[in-house]
């Protein structure tokens, strides 16, 4: 039985101060004790039932990180208030001066950049390896290495990471598997497939409305609590703390992501098979022409399918952008960066999420400047959206009347 998590997450019930059907929200920053040994003990770490302040632990945001627990199935999970948050914290949380990570090349730009860029302040080195080869990975692996790092479905590339894989090389040097899995929750499971911490950007597909930045960090209680730690956690001291308010939102959003899921699964399959059969140079984990198929078969919840994300190449940047100015007017979607909104939204990754990776390097891992990344929404009629977007790609010379010509 592959592990299904929207039964776990359906299951939870906290109810509100008055039996209301959600839990209510926490509308404080601070918190009375009773006696002043209690609050000594909170702070040194004993913080069982205890809430000292908000920056370190809200009700709100334990409901939200019990929820994400259960969607992962790892013994805990601390919410953040953005997606970079919390890979910010479990990066620091994980390596010291001078320590080196091994991570996919193709990764979300901020993550990229932050490894790349910032980490050079505290000498700590990333080697960027095509995540699909083990044995890449592997080589690339010395003794100061804290960590491999890997989105499950990568963006914008949908490369499949082979999460068992991955899993057992980290096992064998004692290090930590860092699993983002922002593009495909409920439909990959990384920690039963071996991940330690599996990390998610809200933002996307778990809200799904398009209406705040979130995050979270889920592993085990152990690792979680140390990110909270009041004297050396890189959660609790950075400061990415999520408001409660705003805890309460995603939560009552979660408990839709199994239908979303779904369906934004089933339009973006309908799309990508139309338009490879039109000839297009289409990107979906969804395809057998895609190189991760039978992994992301054989790692998947079937039930939720290949996820929302697909990539198109029409040719130039200039063809991309006419052709999503076109898509925007005809209200087909977005011109915008992000994903998992009920509407669809694109954008030219080279040009906009994925910038901060040199263009050399862009070419070397096949981010095509024509190449635009969609998000496929909620469409009710997805055959009528299909033959809408077509039309707009006739009139572009994207397709001719039978062929594709890019
Ligand atoms: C958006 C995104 C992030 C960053 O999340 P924010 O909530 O914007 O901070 C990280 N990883 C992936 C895969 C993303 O798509």
Request: net charge neutral; aromatic share 8%; hydrophobic share 40%.
């Amino acid at each position: 039985m592959p592990f299904n998590a929207s039964d776990k997450i359906q299951e939870l019930h906290n109810f509100g101060e008055f039996g209301g059907v959600n839990p209510s929200i926490s509308d404080s920053s601070t918190y009375t004790f009773l006696s002043a040994k209690t609050m000594f003990d909170t702070f040194e770490g004993n913080t069982e039932g205890c809430y000292l302040y908000s920056r370190h632990s809200s009700p709100s945001n334990l409901y939200l990180g019990e929820a994400l627990a259960a969607l992962e199935g790892t013994e805990t999970a601390n919410v953040t208030a953005s997606g970079m948050g919390a890979i910010t914290a479990v990066i620091l949380q994980l390596c010291n001066a001078e320590d080196h990570i091994v991570s996919s090349r193709t990764i979300y730009g901020g993550t990229y950049a932050f490894m790349k860029n910032f980490l050079k302040k505290f000498k700590i080195n990333t080697s960027f390896v095509d995540i699909t080869k083990l044995e890449a990975v592997e080589k690339a692996i010395t003794p100061r290495t804290k960590m491999i790092y890997c989105e499950s479905v990568s963006n914008p590339l949908l490369e499949v990471a082979d999460i068992k894989g991955l899993a057992a090389l980290a096992k064998k040097y004692k290090i930590p598997l860092v699993v983002d899995n922002t593009f495909s929750p409920l439909s990959v499971a990384p920690a039963h497939l071996g991940a330690d911490i599996v990390i998610h950007s809200l933002t996307k597909f778990i809200n799904g409305s398009s209406d705040c930045v979130a995050g979270v960090v889920c592993g085990t209680k152990d690792f979680c609590l140390a990110l909270k730690d009041v004297n050396n956690g890189a959660g609790m001291l950075l400061g990415s703390t999520l408001d409660s308010l705003r805890a309460s939102s995603i939560l009552k959003n979660m408990r839709t992501l199994h239908i979303r899921m779904k369906k934004h699964s089933e339009n973006a399959l309908y799309l990508a098979q139309h338009f490879e059969k039109d000839g297009l140079r289409v990107v979906y984990p969804g395809l057998a022409s895609h190189p991760g198929h039978s992994l992301m078969k054989k790692q998947m919840v079937s039930e939720y399918g290949y996820g929302g994300i697909m990539t198109l190449d029409v040719g130039s940047l200039e063809k991309a952008n006419l052709l999503m100015e076109q898509m925007q007017k005809m209200n087909l979607g977005y011109l915008a960066v992000s994903l998992g909104f009920y509407k669809t939204l694109f954008s030219a990754p080279g040009t906009s999420t994925s910038s901060e990776i040199p263009l050399e390097e862009q070419t070397e891992m096949g981010l095509s400047d024509g190449l635009i990344r969609f998000s496929i929404g909620l469409d009710n009629d997805i055959h009528r959206t299909y033959k809408m977007m077509r039309s707009c790609m006739h009139q572009l010379g994207i397709l001719t009347k039978n062929k594709v010509s890019v």
